[in-house]
């Protein structure tokens, strides 16, 4: 029997265009969602995007759109995001939906009465974050986030009880029914909460929201926080709010990725709410770092984003998949340069698989060799690749795979080279050179199923070109930069 597999990544805000930190997490979550569909999972993998900010009404006000109008175009370039990078997503949902405002308020609802209070209050609010902070959490008076002074904002709100679930969260989270990945994520959350959970608000006035966000059920004068109806969308795109076959079929998930900005909703405050209403956990949350700009955090507040359209458009889907994967370590902040990326798509992409593709096809069609592809099941070191892969898989590490994977194509090219089957054709040794070239096409179409989650277009063209009657050397698959 087939084994069901959610997998989301975070719903972005779209006060502006999206950056080069949410397409790499877009396409980690699109490794691990082929990857499990690869071995025979039935997939359901979700984005979307964060309408209802008081960060997108702010952005709206200055272009001078409304806000509906101004959320549309946004929205619109994060669905684009996902075609250039070739993003397998099988749904993407945003927050000013229908069915997202119902699932959101039968959250609310379903939520312990005992659990949900309202009082007066004034707090330090990043607009940024959408956050509450407290003095100490600021650095030099400013959001650790964004560096920026947080504002004082001081009005009556619904709150949560989170002291309720401070035990319950440590034992989920310590003993891994919730699993927080890495685990020094893990560490850092468990610390949190035992320097103990204070309540927090979970609306806002009307008012101050602009009229902007979901209702608070059964009162008209404060919309839901942001946060509470964001992170609701795991579930109203599973059509939560009817009870549907999706939620029935998908939830709990198996997999939020998102970046570590935002730990602390998803691994505090989200499973509480699910507790509160009596709705299973999520099964693993996978925490990846920042990339950096000249050792700079990346981020729309801070003008300092890499446009990931602009990215894809000259060096290629494919190549920028590659480097995000391989080169943006998914537990460290990472810097971005187009310097390197350059170095990469040289050595790596045009001179390693590029050529070895190349090298490989054009002796076969040279010396009119006969290939004679075997059963990929069949092939003898395929499963021990494929355990591998797995075992890399579980722990998201996309660059060690693609590094193991590399190391596949390396060792094939390194082969030939020493072998040098062009040197048996012109001594007419025939059968050792099928032989040879026989060998490096099975292994290089072998290395090319392990690489299918992480480049598939690039990929298909591998087991096409060497499944086909004819093989010829074709067009290159990393043409060299200009």
């Known amino acids: 029997m087939k084994k069901k597999f959610y997998i989301t990544t975070a719903i972005p805000y779209v006060n502006a265009s999206p950056h080069i930190g949410f397409a790499l997490e877009l ?22 995007a964060d309408e209802n900010s008081l960060k997108n009404v702010q952005a709206a006000e200055k272009t001078g759109l409304p806000t509906s109008k101004f959320v549309d175009q946004n929205t619109k370039r994060f669905v684009e995001l996902s075609e250039i990078l070739n993003i397998s ?22 939520c312990k009465p005992t659990d949900i209070y309202k009082k007066k209050y004034q707090g330090l609010y990043c607009v940024g974050c959408e956050q509450f902070y407290t003095e100490k959490e600021l650095k030099d008076g400013k959001c650790p986030e964004h560096l920026t002074a947080p504002e004082v904002v001081e009005e009556e ?58 209702s608070v059920p059964h009162d008209k004068d404060q ?42 909703f998803h691994a505090v405050y989200w499973p509480a709410m699910l507790l509160s209403a009596g709705i299973p956990l999520p099964k693993t949350l996978f925490v990846h770092d920042y990339i950096n700009s000249a050792g700079t955090k990346m981020s729309k507040s801070l003008g300092n984003v890499v446009d990931p359209f ?46 070895l593709v190349s090298r490989v096809s ?83 179409v072998a290395a090319a199923y392990l690489l299918q989650p992480f480049l598939p277009a690039t990929a298909q063209t591998i087991i096409k070109t060497f499944s086909a009657k004819k093989i010829t050397k074709g067009s290159p698959l990393f043409p060299r930069l200009n």
């Not at 060096?315 to 990472?334: C, Q, V």
């Not at 290939?371 to 890399?392: E, P, Y």
């Not at 898989?393 to 590399?406: H, S, V, Y």
Request: include cysteine.
């Open 310 to 355: 602009e990215v894809a458009k000259k060096y290629g889907t494919e190549a920028t998949r590659y480097y995000l994967l391989r080169y943006i370590h998914p537990f460290k902040d990472s810097d971005f340069s187009f310097k390197h990326f350059e170095e990469v798509f040289t050595a790596d992409l045009s001179n390693g698989v590029g050529n």
């Open 157 to 214: 709100n619904y709150f949560f009880k989170l002291s309720n679930y401070q035990k319950k969260l440590e034992q989920l989270i310590a003993t891994d029914k919730y699993k927080i990945v890495p685990e020094t994520r893990k560490n850092e959350v468990l610390s949190f909460i035992r320097m103990g959970l204070e309540d927090f608000s979970i609306s806002r006035s009307r008012q101050r929201a602009k009229n902007w966000g979901v």
């Open 89 to 110: 997503n099988d749904a993407f949902i945003r927050t000013t939906e229908p069915r997202h405002h119902r699932g959101a308020q039968k959250l609310w609802s379903g």
């Open 27 to 48: 396409v980690q979550a699109d490794a691990v969602a082929r990857y499990r569909r690869g071995v025979g999972d039935t997939v359901y993998f979700l984005t979307g």
């Open 223 to 264: 919309v839901m926080y942001v946060w509470f109806d964001a992170l609701s969308n795991y579930i109203t795109a599973l059509d939560y709010a009817t009870a549907g076959k999706k939620f029935k079929q998908f939830w709990p998930c198996d997999v939020h990725a998102i970046g570590k900005g935002i730990i602390r």
């Open 362 to 444: 054009g002796l076969i069609e040279q010396n009119k060799v006969k290939i004679k592809l075997v059963k990929i099941t069949t092939h003898h070191d395929f499963k021990a690749m494929q355990t591998k892969l797995g075992s890399l898989m579980e722990q998201f590490d996309f660059n060690g795979a693609l590094k193991f994977i590399w190391d596949i194509f390396g060792a094939i090219d390194g082969d030939i080279s020493k072998r040098e089957p062009w040197v048996l054709a012109k001594q007419g040794k025939i059968k050792e050179l099928q032989a040879i070239l026989n060998t490096a096409a099975n292994q290089t």
